[in-house]
Nanobody
Framework: QVQLVESGGGLVQAGGSLRLSCEAS????????MGWFRQVPGKEREFVAA????????HTADSVKGRFTISRDNAKNTLYLQMNSLKPEDTAVYYC??????????????????WGQGTQVTVSS
């Protein structure tokens, strides 16, 4: 099993920045595709960004492209999401996810097997 723990969420003003981290333990998470999703009450969990085990393949949602950057440090078993130019509509619970299926870098929440508990990001206007 893989356990994922997010951190770095908080309250920021519009235009500000946050850096989310996701620490993985157990399993072979350093070889897994990793992703970030976000969700607000009443809405479907939304794809934010994903990265392959090597870091060479990345996908970023159009809504955050140019503002958010996903990266990983496999030596530290940690996934990151650098969020810049934050907008109030970015407010959500952000979840880290892992997919053990090699070669797949999914953009759908149902493609991921392991999930963290989430970290709240609130952007004030």
């Amino acid at each position: 099993q893989v356990q994922l723990v997010e951190s770095g969420g908080g309250l920021v003003q519009a235009g500000g920045s946050l850096r989310l981290s996701c620490e993985a333990s157990g399993g072979s998470s350093s070889t897994y595709t990793m992703g970030w999703f976000r969700q607000v009450p009443g809405k479907e969990r939304e794809f934010v960004a994903a990265i392959s085990w090597s870091g060479l393949t990345r996908h970023t949602a159009d809504s955050v492209k140019g503002r958010f950057t996903i990266s990983r440090d496999n030596a530290k078993n940690t996934l990151y999401l650098q969020m810049n130019s934050l907008k109030p509509e970015d407010t959500a619970v952000y979840y880290c996810a892992a997919d053990p299926k090699i070669l797949r870098v999914g953009m759908n929440h149902y493609e991921y097997e392991y999930w963290g508990q989430g970290t709240q990001v609130t952007v004030s206007s």
